[in-house]
C-alpha cells in the first residue's frame, strides 16, 4: 500500500531533550517536507527536499533540522526543543515539486513541557 | 513573501446547501491553487486543484474558481452532505511555482443534517 508513515504518533516531552520524528514514503517520491499545524495558522512548512542530499528552508525553520540521506526517509530533528514547538506535525511527499499532490503522514503531535 | 488569505474560518450550512469559501493570495506569480480537505483526526487530503491557465474546474460537486486578475481563488460545494463536515485549506505556489505551497488558515465547515 502506497503511503506515508511517520513514528511516533504522539510524543510528550520535556525541554532541551533532542527528539527525532522520522517519515518515511514508499512511493519513490522525490519531494518531501515537514509542515506544523496550529490553531489559526493553517499548515505552515519547516523543510522541503527536492531529492537526496538536497534541503532548503520553508517559512518557519528556527529551532529544526532535517537531512535526506536516503530517498525514502526525512527525518525532523528538534536539537532543543522549546514549549513553543508544541504542535502538530505532518510529513508529506509529493513525485516531483511543491505543486504535485502532496500525500500527507498521519500526523505527530508534540507536547513540550 | 507570499500569503494566503481564507474567509470565512468557520462557516455553518444546512444539509443540501451550498458553501463557498474564498482566497487571496499575494504573489502574482503563482502559477498553482490545491485545496485540501482534513477531516476530524486526520490527515489533509487533496480533494481538488487548478492551474493558472484554467479559471475553472468541476468535480461532481465541488469546483473551484480562479480569478488570476484579482489573485483570488474560491471553493464552491453544492448540495452538501454531513460527510463535507471538515477543515478545508486552501493553498498557493510559491517562488515562481515548484518548491512550495504556502496555506490558509483554513474554514471549518460544519454541515447540520
Known amino acids: 500500500e502506497a503511503q506515508v508513515t511517520q513514528n511516533p504518533r504522539y510524543l510528550i516531552t520535556v525541554t532541551g531533550k533532542k527528539l527525532t520524528v522520522t517519515c518515511s514514503q514508499n512511493?519513490?517520491?522525490?519531494?518531501m517536507s515537514w509542515y506544523r499545524q496550529d490553531p489559526g495558522l493553517g499548515l505552515r512548512q519547516i523543510y522541503y527536499?527536492?531529492?537526496?542530499?538536497?534541503?532548503d528552508k520553508g517559512d518557519v525553520p528556527e529551532g529544526y533540522k532535517v537531512s535526506r540521506k536516503e530517498k525514502r526517509n526525512f527525518p525532523l530533528i528538534l536539537e532543543s526543543p522549546s514549549p513553543n514547538q508544541t504542535s502538530l506535525y505532518f510529513c508529506?511527499?509529493?513525485?516531483?515539486?511543491?505543486?504535485?499532490?502532496?500525500?500527507f503522514g498521519p500526523g505527530t503531535r508534540l507536547t513540550v513541557l | 513573501g507570499e500569503n494566503v488569505e481564507q474567509h470565512p474560518s468557520t462557516l455553518s450550512v444546512q444539509e443540501g446547501d451550498s458553501a463557498v469559501i474564498k482566497c487571496t493570495y499575494s504573489d502574482s506569480a503563482s502559477n498553482y491553487f490545491p485545496w485540501y480537505k482534513q477531516e476530524l483526526g486526520k490527515r489533509p487530503q487533496l480533494i481538488i486543484d487548478?492551474?493558472?491557465?484554467?479559471g475553472e474546474k468541476k468535480d461532481q460537486r465541488i469546483a473551484v474558481t480562479l480569478n488570476k486578475t484579482a489573485k483570488h481563488f474560491s471553493l464552491h460545494i453544492t448540495e452538501t452532505q454531513p460527510e463535507d463536515s471538515a477543515v478545508y485549506f486552501c493553498?498557493?505556489?510559491?517562488?515562481?511555482?515548484?518548491?512550495?505551497?504556502?496555506f490558509g488558515a483554513g474554514t471549518r465547515l460544519a454541515v447540520h443534517p
Open positions: 493553498a498557493a505556489s510559491s517562488r515562481g511555482g515548484y518548491n512550495k505551497l504556502i
Open positions: 527536499s527536492m531529492n537526496v542530499e538536497v534541503t
Open positions: 512511493m519513490n517520491h522525490e519531494y
Open positions: 508529506a511527499s509529493s513525485v516531483g515539486t511543491g505543486t504535485d499532490t502532496q500525500y
Open positions: 487548478i492551474r493558472s491557465n484554467v
